[in-house]
């Protein structure tokens, strides 16, 4: 035999040992072990094979039998993007690179730690945001010379439109970390337009004319890539960063999204954000929904764009209808971004013990959705039941109000 073909042998049998020993494992448990199989279909599967993901992902692996078709994929998780670790803290990034089908929204996850500076900047899509975690001081100014200055918390939000210049920083004790949105599916956060990298690609002359000063009061600028997410003193208090004189914006850049009167039902609870509440945020509009355990957010679709979704805690499951007898069923834990293209019908159910959060978001200035349950109310019920021979009692149960969360 020779050297090749037995180190091929050798590693198979190895293999084979630690696929023996990772079953044993389970079964010492009294685990059952996840299988591609329901009866009549599928079978068992030998391996190799990853198991954490198969249990994540119950539903890929065992896909409903009203799953049919070929959907493209709607699921990404940030804990699989590439982490850009900084002095000032870190971020990520979920692009039309990762999630293909998201071609209208990229997001960015993002920590800064106290005092973690996002280098003043701008660029061409349009910034949303929602704060997860601690504290920060958001500034800008629009093209109109208007200062905005604010700090946020857990469940704000921020939007500063394409173009307009901007920074973020984190605050005591523990910094911040958020989700920012862009307009943009092909948005790349590495390609920014960052204060310093423009100084280090101006001429000092020209820097000098500028600014009524010596050339040599900028040979201190220090070089980009030691700036983008950088380590700097906790500024003071708010009132300490205002500016004296400065006009404010006319339209806040900043939203209390968490402040808003929800919509309730028994099992759970809807924020709409967009422009009828937030006018600044032109190009996104949200819903932040929690369902409790059990708990659904109803059949639905949305008339006027696509769904890109970012869950914040608890476990779902999205099924996802496209017409022409296609139909998907997806996994979702914290930290998962899902999509759900342009007026394909879906649900998202609580599959938890723990409440489930997440967002809804849309490229649109305003949310509209359509209720499956309240369509079918509101159409009479004779045409109803020769569509789908439903019962009086199965008729007289529709809802004619909306229900955006339903109980289990």
């Not at 992902?57 to 993007?81: I, Y």
């Not at 982490?83 to 803290?89: C, I, K, L, N």
């Not at 006018?279 to 949200?286: E, M």
């Not at 359509?370 to 009692?393: R, Y």
Request: net charge negative.
């Amino acid at each position: 035999m020779d050297e090749p073909t037995r180190r091929t042998v050798l590693a198979a049998a190895a293999a084979g040992g630690l696929l023996t020993a990772a079953t044993a494992a389970v079964a010492q448990t009294g685990e059952t072990l996840p299988q591609p199989q329901r009866p009549g279909h599928g079978g068992t599967d030998p391996g190799p094979r990853n198991l954490a993901r198969d249990r994540q992902n119950p539903d890929l692996l065992v896909p409903p039998a009203t799953d049919h078709g070929t959907l493209p994929n709607l699921r990404f998780s940030f804990s699989d993007s590439h982490v850009r670790q900084e002095s000032g803290g870190w971020t990520r990034q979920v692009t039309v690179r990762e999630l293909g089908i998201s071609k209208g929204i990229a997001g960015v996850n993002m920590r800064l730690n106290a005092g973690g500076v996002r280098e003043l900047h701008w660029h061409k899509a349009a910034e949303w945001a929602y704060m997860l975690y601690g504290t920060a001081r958001i500034t800008a100014i629009d093209s109109q010379g208007q200062n905005f200055v604010d700090d946020v918390g857990v469940g704000d939000l921020w939007y500063f439109p394409s173009g307009v210049p901007h920074s973020i920083q984190g605050l005591n004790p523990d910094g911040c970390e958020f989700l920012l949105v862009f307009d943009d599916g092909e948005f790349d956060e590495d390609n920014t337009f960052l204060l310093s990298d423009w100084f280090k690609h101006t001429p000092n002359d020209v820097l000098s004319k500028n600014f009524g000063v010596p050339g040599a009061s900028f040979s201190k600028v220090p070089d980009p890539s030691e700036l983008y997410i950088f380590a700097a003193p906790v500024p003071g208090t708010l009132a300490s960063d205002k500016i004296a004189g400065a006009t404010p914006v006319s339209e806040t850049f900043s939203h209390r999204m968490l402040a808003q009167q929800p919509i309730k039902t028994k099992s759970g609870t809807v924020r709409i954000t967009d422009t009828s509440v937030f006018p600044a945020s032109k190009t996104i509009s949200a819903a932040l929904v929690e369902v409790q355990p059990g708990g659904m957010r109803e059949m639905h679709w949305h008339p006027n764009t696509d769904e890109w979704q970012y869950y914040i805690e608890g476990q779902a499951r999205m099924g996802v209808f496209a017409a022409s007898g296609q139909a998907r069923t997806f996994d979702f834990m914290a930290g998962d971004v899902g999509y759900v293209p342009f007026a394909m019908g879906h649900y998202v159910e609580n599959t938890g013990t723990t409440p489930l959060r997440f967002l809804e978001v849309f490229k649109s200035s305003y949310y509209a959705d359509v209720s499956l349950n309240q369509w079918l109310a509101l159409t009479p019920p004779e045409l109803v039941q020769a569509h789908l021979k439903l019962d009086a009692q199965t008729l007289a149960a529709l809802h004619k109000d909306k229900f955006p969360v339903v109980p289990g």
